[in-house]
């Protein structure tokens, strides 16, 4: 077989599971492209940006549990797609970036496009190599995958020269076989259970990572309703599946008042999946730690372990194993009226919520309630903002979208972090996938007008402007036109009730413009509560 | 006085000149906006995404030599600048980065967003600085403008986590005086008339950088004259100054067969703030030089030493003193008619330009008559794509519209590049700036179509697809609509000759989206060409 590094690291990936390939190549790249011609295993997405590629490898991966590959064009191309590989780190999933480069010897003539590409690289991955010749190509590409793929996963960057691509004379590499989670061990399951039985009502266990997954979850409720204590859920986490039918769960609220009022009973703290809670930002006279002073935290199952395993070795050592879950009722909200606000617009979502949905969550402030507004509707699974790097949901609802092809997608956007990868649009209409856009339209950028009245800072006309998305308004509906997603302004409860069923049952992308009140002071809304415990259903398979 | 550590941050940088701040702020940098409200010397102007503000500050300092600050959101924010800051170090201008990042307390937690801002820094910035305090914050943005400012101009990253920005105690720093350029010395002068004296009408000039502007040009087109040199331009400048009344100097092309016969006849080629030319890629079987074997190099004025200096000492040297310079005769091309095609397009653009106009072009492979056809089109500067990062040419117009608010600016786009930055048309629109964005849609990334085919790679479905942006068509129309830009789609060469003159008439930005045939061969048009001789007019004050 002669083939060239490109067409043996394409055959590579197809062989080691890779199935999507999102891209915005270059010139560097043409020869992987070319190869990606005669590997039909793996679906090549176009975006018009690398931050709509990077972020929807991310979707992708939280909800096919395997890695996409991405194909980047050199280190501005790499770039563009940081903000949404440091959100895809922070959700700790797998992911292979390709990354094309100068042929290696055209690197000493530091053409305008030279860069470092592995120090672009540095901050979002795990693991990093620049491929030398054709025959390493595949076996890099082999390790690539295997990296991406360690427990709980992790970002592998390959930087592939335009050489080491054309060259030929490669064979497909053989594949490492895929790591499996570790358990944490029996000790801290002793620890956990002995906390958990000390404090009773005054201990809770935050649940993170895969230890949001229905299994886990059924154990953690398990443990929690045999010994009283509180089931809680990581700020924001990748993917929770939440809903009736499933154990509530009670989500920590953005703001440090709300989170600590949330922890402040708590003696001990036991942690699956999760690590302990700080505070989003550092403020003045305002702790890191919402834990309570004084509060125990015992690591159950650290993320990369097998956080299931533990919590049921958990449940087991709590002789738990007769006991029920507490299982969320399906309870919805009362169908809003009148002008829209960011609240109405969270109970009409919770009231349209399909069956099986999957909601990509950047909302910001206007989705303020949507944890309390969905806790009973129809079982889903929510994806959110992992590492603070604003413009993460409507890429995150592309790759959800391509890895459940038949599952319907909800991206809750707000309009500052829309603006920054709106690209997304038209890959949605390209690859016709079924996602809703539901468009928080608040003009302005919300949560740093409330940030700036916690902080106490005087406004004046400088930062007051900086903070107004209102001069031009932006009109949604028209720039979803221009990419190609059909799109309606609504402005009551009942327009956005109407617009949502409709477009849920059409196919194809749709955008819907909430046009909503900008919020002005802190919020006062209580967070969510777990519901009234219920009869356990029998735990259906994992999703 | 007790002033925050932003708010003698701001003092420090209004005095040391820096007028205007292109931002995208968070939460951390609310004090730095805060601190923007008692600076009334800086203009501070929001975009919706980083790679607008880093393009813009990068459009600034070309049109008015001196940096802008911007103001990025940590570690993501600064990610989503960095394709333009790749094009800023290229481009050799002067630009201050503010990079907020969280409280100095708050790092050791692993916050969602904390990352290494420093790394993520390192790829664009000739000097990088995490401030430690709030009292070192001042002095450490007085370095920061001083280390921006060293010629030819550089890109300094000011990392100002939030306690240093809020603490209080600090005071305005003191400047450092501003760096000069050095001239190269005498040696070189008399190296570079050696040669040209030698090889006549085998010898080239090539000029780039500050040698771009007009006292440089005259000083390079009386030795060119006086010695039968030809006067060439590097491939991407920053900053060319040009049309009737300027000499002319032939462009360097981009593809590799062009440049390689523009260049081909060459004995000696001095180089005067322009580095030895070479293919923007490596390809297989091509050398990376595009001078000819044997033709040889002499450096008359690196980057940042003093070009004017060098090539007034040149020409002196040369005795050409008494010497015209060859001057660019007006000189239009026939008015275009019928359907639009690329070549059409940039006909009319040539016949509508205005008289100080500057000129933003990423028009990219519809682009590539515009050096010829402009030739002789009324003076103007010309602003190119210096690092090869698409998504430049829209921020790079906001900012050499705020830069010079009494010039028109005309942005010339491709589909594909326009894609990258398109919320710059929200901050044009906001400011209102008198910027023409000329739009071509090829509905391709046609310069990909191009190399693909000179590589002589086939095309199967997944790489033509990859390189098509028909499906979904975009409406640019209806995008521009939705960030507030007046826009029209034109498919004749008339109507967009008359949409163009209308545009350019008419205050604020306007879009016109510009219809063409995508390319599909390698072009075969001729690079542009020294026009005949035409007696100097006396040189007007540098631009």
Redesign the interface.
């Known amino acids: 077989m002669s083939l060239t590094g490109a067409q043996a690291l394409a055959r590579t990936l197809a062989a080691a599971g890779i199935r999507v390939c999102f ?1 915005n ?4 790249e ?2 992987l ?2 190869a ?3 590997t039909p295993e793996i679906r ?1 997405v ?1 975006t ?2 690398e ?1 709509v590629a990077t972020g929807a490898a991310d979707g992708y991966a939280r909800m096919a549990s395997r890695p996409a590959a991405t194909v980047l064009h050199l ?3 790499l ?2 797609g ?2 949404n590989l ?2 895809a780190r ?1 959700a700790m999933v797998p992911l292979v970036n390709i990354v094309g480069d ?2 290696t ?2 690197v000493r ?5 030279q ?2 590409i592995e ?2 690289a ?3 991955s795990a693991w990093i190599r620049t491929s030398r010749a054709a025959i390493e190509l595949p076996g890099d590409g082999a390790e690539a995958v295997a990296a991406a793929t360690v427990p709980p996963g992790a970002i592998a960057t390959l930087i592939v020269p ?2 080491v691509a ?1 060259e030929v004379g490669a064979e497909p590499a053989a594949l490492r076989p895929p790591a499996t989670a570790p358990t944490a061990g029996e000790e801290p399951v002793r620890a956990a259970a002995a906390a958990l039985r000390r404090a009773g009502a005054r201990a809770g266990i935050l649940l993170g990572g895969d230890a949001l997954r229905e299994r886990a979850l059924l154990a953690a409720s398990r443990a929690a309703t045999v010994t009283g204590a509180r089931l809680l859920c990581e ?2 986490p990748a993917r929770a599946q939440r809903g009736a039918g499933l154990p509530a769960v009670e989500r920590l609220a953005y703001w440090p008042e709300l989170a600590s009022r949330q922890l402040g009973e708590l003696d001990e703290v036991v942690l699956a999946g999760a ?1 302990a809670p ?7 006279d305002t702790p ?2 919402l834990l309570p002073p004084g509060c125990v935290q015992h690591q159950l199952a650290p993320p990369g372990t097998d956080a299931l395993a533990s919590l049921e070795a958990l449940a087991d050592e709590l002789d738990a194993g007769a006991t029920g879950a507490v299982l969320q009722q399906s309870d919805l909200p009362e169908a809003p009226s009148g002008e829209l606000t960011a609240a109405a617009a969270c109970r009409a979502i919770a009231r349209c919520l399909p069956e099986g949905a999957i909601v990509s969550d950047e909302a910001i402030t206007s989705g303020l309630m949507l944890p309390a507004t969905t806790a009973g509707a129809p079982r889903h699974d929510w994806l959110t903002l ?4 604003i ?1 993460q949901g409507l890429p995150v609802a592309v790759g959800a979208a391509i890895a459940c092809p038949d599952r319907p997608v909800l991206a809750l956007e707000a309009d ?1 972090s829309a ?2 990868t ?2 997304a649009l ?1 890959t949605m ?2 690859e016709q996938l079924n996602v809703t856009i539901v468009l928080f339209s608040n003009r302005s ?1 919300g ?2 007008r409330v ?2 009245a916690r ?1 106490g ?7 007051r ?3 107004s ?1 209102a ?14 997603v059909p799109a309606r302004r609504v402005r009551t409860a009942e327009t956005l009730t109407r617009e949502l069923r409709r477009a849920l049952s059409e196919e194809g992308p749709h955008l819907i413009e909430a046009v909503v009140p900008a919020p002005e002071h802190p919020p006062a809304a209580a967070p969510e509560r777990p519901p009234a415990p219920a009869p356990e259903r029998p735990p259906a398979p994992p999703g």
Do not use: C, K
């Not at 003539?109 to 496009?113: E, I, K, T, V």
């Not at 700080?278 to 003045?284: A, I, K, L, N, S």
């Not at 001069?471 to 190609?484: H, K, N, R, T, Y």
């Open positions: 891209t190549p270059g010139t560097s043409i020869h492209l070319s990606l011609d005669r090549a176009l018009l940006f931050g280190g501005p191309g770039g563009n940081l903000a440091h959100n922070r100068h042929a010897t055209h003539h530091d053409a305008p496009l860069s470092d120090t672009a540095r901050n979002v335009a050489d054309w700020m924001f690590r700080v505070t989003f930002f550092g403020y003045p890191a730690s992992t590492g603070g790097a413009g500052g603006m920054y709106f690209q038209w209409v390209r950028y949560i740093l940030e700036l902080l800072v005087r406004q004046g006309p400088v930062s402007a900086q903070l998305l001069e031009p308004e932006i009109d949604f509906v028209s720039l979803a036109a221009g990419l190609g």
